[in-house]
């Protein structure tokens, strides 16, 4: 397609958004109502399905009403809403932004919700609006530090607002070392008129959370501009190298800054290529790098004592038993275990009361029913009570002591049964199967609840089921947006998040309260049969 092309396509395209919002402020061609608390909100089924998976769920040929719970949601944000509808574009104010976004959010409007982004990214970077100190622009700047630190509206606030952010509690970073990167380019941007403010921002910087070979490298050129800088700089190198004299020193801030809790996403079938770990921040929606490892493909994932287990998985060649190690997720120091009994793939893990078991799985050319469990503090392997059922791509949880343990597949078929393991007693017991055959799956525990989600019956699958383990029945709840491929789900605030398999594929979010999915986000690289763990940790 040619430059000419392009221009006749979007004058083509603009045309018709301008004669859809004619319909609409004429008032003509309605087909559908909105019904949002006492009030009707007539507009176009077409407009709705284009601008939200939301809608194309809910609407159908023969509808002609649709009842929306909009709590929270003031009247003048749906009033923005429709005018963004209908041409691409909406007249804000800063006192608005906030509920525009969270019902762009509800409404998985995800255009309207770049657009409210972008107006606050323009509005909150500007001096004359940060110095009236607005809540909601505070939140923006804390939480979106890393993409605005190379903003050019950032690099012109005054040295105030350059100290009130940095030291904040709040500012989401990854480590210490990106908020001095931040001020360097501050400071460098007009080193004439700012080297005098130098100091005074670098005693916001927590450099007692700073490697020692960052001190050395990075900070120094920047410090030994002033005596003062030399000084706090000096400070620090003896903080981390002399710990016995700390009470001797300068008051030194070593308070971890308050983060957000993080998704990790750890391991997935890539081709026998080295495995990342991912950290995923659920209130930036964004994606950060946390360590690389060595090891391979589809092993099966704990989190105990701050350290993440890794058992087994396959080198696209055969079934592992000896590639058993432990990642410390603060120092992200890498320990080799010692090996399992036999080898095994795609099998799961689970911990009950600081006893840690890793079920089923695949061994060269066998499924397995067999289960062991590791003593971490003697670093040894035991067999237990194997499984009723040979499975591997299963799914389990851990509920009130016991490990409960869904579907996968025994070599000829997938499963759709399910039976539980009492770790006290050292006994499995069969129970109530699913409805849906299914491999490669994610179960979470929501409350007093266990959902079973997507996954694989020869077909990539959308249903959703919950189980009730103190009644041991089933009932489907409402199905997935997009149909979701792998053990990859957790539970957070009460609510699911299921990251799917493809690249750029969809984080869906289901809320068990009003039964309802949306989309908040994309995955950043292709993988699967990965674990997720949310974590509470200083990543």
Known sequence: MNDSDRQTQMLHGFNHMQCMHMLFTQGMYYDIELIIRDKRYKTHKSILHAASPLFRTKLNQNIRELVLDCTGIRDESITKAFEFLYQGTVDLRLEQAANVVKLAE?????????????????????????????????????????????????LKMSADNVKRL???????????????????????????????DLYSLMKCIRFSLCSVSFLLEEVTSLCCESVEGSQLLFDALKWHQMPQKRSTLPVMNSKFRMKKKQVLIVGGDSFGM??????????TNSWTHFVETDIKNSF??????????????????????????????????????APMIEKRSYST???????????????????????????????????????????????????KEDIYVFGGCNGPDFLNSVEVFNTKKNQWKILSP????????????????IYCIGGSSRLALKSVERYDPGRDTWTEVRALPVNHFGRSAICHNRKIICFNNENSGPIQEYDPANDQWRI?????????????????LNL
């Not at 080295?274 to 209130?283: E, F, G, H, P, R």
């Not at 029913?369 to 389990?396: G, L």
Request: net charge neutral; charged share 25%; proline share 0%.
């Open 106 to 154: 509800m409404w998985q409007m995800d255009e309207l919700k770049k657009y409210c982004y972008s107006y606050l990214e323009t509005v909150c970077l500007d001096n004359r609006q940060v110095t009236q100190k607005n809540e909601e622009i505070d939140d923006y700047l804390l939480n979106n530090f890393l993409k605005i630190r190379n903003h050019e509206r950032f």
């Open 166 to 196: 940095l030291s904040s509690d709040n500012l989401q970073v990854s480590s210490e070392e990106q908020v001095f990167e931040g001020l360097s380019q501050w400071v460098k941007y007009d080193w004439t008129n700012r080297k005098n």
């Open 274 to 283: 080295s495995v990342t770990i991912d950290a995923y921040n659920l209130t």
């Open 300 to 337: 099966s994932t704990v989190i105990f004592k701050n350290n993440l287990f890794m058992f087994g998985g396959w080198n696209s060649e055969e079934d592992l038993n000896t590639k058993v190690c432990s990642i410390d997720l603060l120092t992200k120091d890498l320990k080799q275990l």
């Open 349 to 399: 893990a689970a911990v009950v009361n600081g006893r840690i078991f890793v079920m089923g799985g695949y061994s060269d050319i066998k499924e397995l029913k067999t289960v062991e469990e590791y003593d971490y503090v003697k670093n040894s392997w035991k067999n237990v009570a194997s499984m009723k059922s040979k499975r591997f791509c299963h799914a389990s949880v851990v509920y």
């Open 434 to 449: 699913m409805k849906w055959k299914r491999s490669s799956f994610a179960a979470v525990v929501v409350d007093d609840y």
């Open 520 to 536: 908040i986000g994309k995955i950043p690289n292709s993988r699967y049969y990965y674990d997720a763990f949310v974590v509470d």
